[in-house]
């Protein structure tokens, strides 16, 4: 099956602070890459859709400013938190699709982030 | 908007015994695509099993099954012989054409020995 590689699986940073997380496609061509937000014990909500070499699509209520998110190539997504507040602790999944015909997703090993 | 529903929010099923997780959703659209993905301690999200709207027959992966019912918008999950390995939390997921996978609030399955 594909494999999609997140970076880092966890990190801690300080309040005030950016930190970047990476969504690799190994094995394919990730036309759409998408970021998710899991808070504890509740299900993954979409916070945007990020496609090659266009601006992403953030959900509402998303503050595109605040998770920016950019897909450079067809095998590298990253999302970056600026300036990170406590409230942005969070686990965070990226998964990644091939070209249309393919009906599943493919999900990276997510990221726990703590803002302190 | 796509929505789905999962009405269990915990089950618990004996070692060996069968368990059924229950989905609906709502949509307008008539071919679309359906999953469970499970999550387990580590939070990997792992496909189960997935289900094209348009097949009439209920897809099977070896212990799991569905019972996909298209004009009722339901979509239950048959977990067979349960395992000690098969505790995990359940999502039920909807995805139409090339879009984003819509997912349930998810269902926390105990397994006890």
């Known amino acids: 099956g594909a494999v999609v590689s997140q970076h880092p699986s966890w990190v801690i940073c300080k309040s005030g602070t950016s930190v970047k997380i990476e969504c690799r496609s190994l094995?394919?061509?990730?036309?759409?890459m998408f970021w998710y937000r899991q808070f504890p014990k509740q299900s993954l909500m979409l916070m945007a859709t990020?496609?090659?070499?266009?601006?992403?699509?953030?959900e509402q209520g998303v503050e595109k400013d605040k998770f920016l998110i950019n897909h450079a190539s067809l095998t590298l997504s990253t999302l970056t938190v600026t300036s990170a507040h406590p409230e942005d602790s969070s686990f965070y999944i990226c998964?990644?699709?091939?070209?249309?015909?393919?009906?599943?997703?493919?999900f990276g090993q997510g990221t726990r982030l703590t803002v302190v | 908007a796509q929505t789905v529903t999962q009405s269990q929010p915990e089950m618990s099923v004996q070692e060996a015994e069968t368990v059924t997780l229950s989905c609906t959703y709502d949509?307008?659209?008539?071919?679309?695509?359906l999953f469970w993905y499970k999550q387990p301690p580590s939070r990997q999200m792992i496909l189960v099993i997935r289900?094209?709207?348009?097949?009439?027959q209920n897809a099977t992966e070896n212990r799991f099954s569905v019972n996909f019912q298209k004009a009722a918008k339901s979509f239950s999950l048959k977990i067979s012989d349960s395992q000690l390995g098969d505790a995990a939390m359940y999502f039920c997921?909807?995805?139409?054409?090339?879009?984003?996978?819509?997912f349930g609030a998810g269902t926390r399955l105990t397994v006890k020995p």
């Open positions: 998964s990644a699709t091939r070209d249309r015909g393919y009906t599943e997703a493919f």
């Open positions: 094995d394919f061509q990730a036309t759409t």
């Open positions: 990020s496609n090659e070499g266009s601006k992403a699509t953030y």
């Open positions: 949509t307008s659209e008539s071919d679309y695509y």
């Open positions: 289900q094209e709207a348009y097949k009439q």
């Open positions: 997921a909807y995805r139409f054409n090339n879009n984003d996978m819509r």
